[in-house]
Structures are given as C-alpha cells and as structure tokens.
C-alpha cells in the first residue's frame, strides 16, 4: 500500500513522539492525518481518565503542535502534567513528556514535568537534561523520515497491538 508524499514535513505533537516509542506503523498513519477508531474502548477511557481527573487543574492546553494534558503553577515553577491510564507504557509517556519540555525551552519557557498515573495513585517527575534532549532530536528525524514515506513501514506484531486503536488498519 502507498499513499501520497508529503508536501511538508510532518507537524511533530506529543503524540507523534509517543507513536514513535510504540510503533512506526501509527507515526506514519497519523502524520497522513488517518485518525485511530474513536470508538476504541480504551481511547474513549484515556480520554474519561484525563477529563475525570485532577479537576482544579487547567486541561488540554494547546501550545503549537501540542496538547498539555494539564498545566498549572507550583511554587512559582511552571509544570507540565500528563496524565496516564497506567505506567505499562513509561517510556512513551516519558518521552511525550520530555517532547512537552522540550518545546517549551525553546521558546524560552523553562518547566518541568509530572507524569500521573491516577489508577496507581503514582506520580514521576521527568526532567529535561541534555540525554533526553538528544534522544529527542533524534526521535523527530525518525518521525519526519518514516512520515516523508511513500508508504506505511511494514507490519511488525509488537506487544502493543493487541489494544492499538489502528489494529483494524493494520491486521483487517
């Protein structure tokens, strides 16, 4: 299968970052702008869980290409919340995170940030430090490459697809 070439570079969110730690296939899907089935049962649950959540804190803050889950001040330092249904993806999460961070230093924000996890009562703080940054840099080069292809990565079965909202894009 091919789809068209990109006439631009593809706009990098949190949640291309997120897609580029779980699986090639939704970056390259998303960037196309081929939303996953909003009718996934577990979509329609992270959506609840953010929304149910934290309800004196301000939600889904736009910035850029981004959406905060939650932003808010503590002890005059800006903070970044994302929130989870569960740790199970922590290093997505932690990178999507990083993402936020990330953006908003060059802009000449600094911030820091605070995964929760609610259902756990957990909560990580992650910090911006020069590792993460590169890991980063490098990440938004495998986006706009697998985004600039002319057709999807091949399927590769991971531990995700099971509950992947394009499970019937990929294996129908």
């Keep these: 299968m091919t789809g068209p070439i990109l006439s631009e570079s593809a706009r990098i969110g949190g949640t291309l970052v997120w897609y580029a730690a779980i699986c090639s296939r939704q970056v390259w899907l998303?960037?196309?702008?081929?939303?996953p089935d909003r009718r996934d049962e577990l979509l329609r649950l992270g959506r609840l869980n953010d929304r149910e959540t934290y309800v004196r804190d301000r939600h889904d803050i736009s910035f850029g290409d981004n959406r905060f889950d939650i932003l808010r001040e503590e002890g005059g330092t800006l903070v970044v919340a994302e929130v989870k249904k569960s740790s199970r993806s922590m290093?997505?999460?932690?990178?999507?995170?990083?993402?936020?961070l990330y953006e908003l230093e060059k802009q000449g924000q600094e911030a820091k940030g605070v995964l929760l996890f609610p259902q756990e009562r957990r909560r990580e703080e992650v910090l911006l430090d020069e590792p993460l940054r590169k890991r980063l840099d490098r990440i938004y080069e495998e986006i706009r490459a697998i985004a600039s292809a002319a057709s999807p990565p091949p399927l590769a079965r991971c531990a995700y697809c099971r509950s992947c909202a394009y499970g019937e894009w990929c294996w129908s």
């Design 30 to 35: 998303m960037a196309r702008g081929v939303e």
């Design 91 to 100: 290093a997505a999460a932690r990178l999507q995170l990083g993402h936020y």
